[in-house]
């Protein structure tokens, strides 16, 4: 069976990039929302009704046994919500939540720059977990963000004008949107003295590769075939620039449509 992947868009198809590198023997479909692009600002509820959609194809049409949730905005907001959901409709079947793996992994020394979408920011569910794991963080929501990602626009310029807000003295930081790791080169740019960095598209895969040495036999679930799909609810030729950059032209995106 298949390990699927969500997303509203980049951010997911970056994760994808860095799994099929530490991870190439598995089979994955990836799903990417660009229809309803981007998530960072949308209610719980919006992001419920989307998410389970893909939910239902991805472990429904395209029998996936897992899913990973590789947008912390629903993985912040709604997990617990979409666990009940999920063990009502596909009991048996896993998702993959990426918040714990993600704050465990920043350590507890010193002060931490957070850069996130502003639903993540002010989650609960990321909060709970920064006030217990970490002794001293500034989070800083970057609302505009992954849009200009999903539409090429300046995203050096944008992160500059947050540069004021983090003192030159902070030297760890997290990027906590999957989309921000694209752009990781403008942050370290911006805040040169940010010298440990936290990137989820690299905490994934050692986190799926932890976890399936850990459960084998829900490893023995997945099939091995190397093989990848890449799906969107949309066009866009941004996104398809990046899948050309990242896998090549042979590998095509399918449009589906998410009743």
Known sequence: MNIGIFDS????LWILNHLKAELPMYDYVFLGDQLNVSYGNKTPDELFLLTTKALDYLYGEKECKGVILACNTISSTI???????????????ILFGIVRPTVESIGQDGTVAIFATSRTCESEVYENF?????????????????GLIENGGDTHSYISSFKNKISNDITKGALLCTHYGIVRND???VFPFIKDWVYQEELIPKYLKDYFIEFPDREAFFSHNGTMSILVTKENDIFKNFKNKWFGEDIKIELVNLK
Not at 79 to 93: A, P, Q
């Open 187 to 189: 942050f370290k740019k």
């Open 79 to 93: 997990y617990d919500r979409l666990r009940i959901w999920k063990d009502e409709k596909y009991f048996g079947k």
């Open 9 to 12: 868009g980049l951010g997911g």
């Open 130 to 146: 920064f006030q217990e794991n970490l002794k001293k963080y500034i989070k800083t929501p970057m609302p505009e963000l992954a």
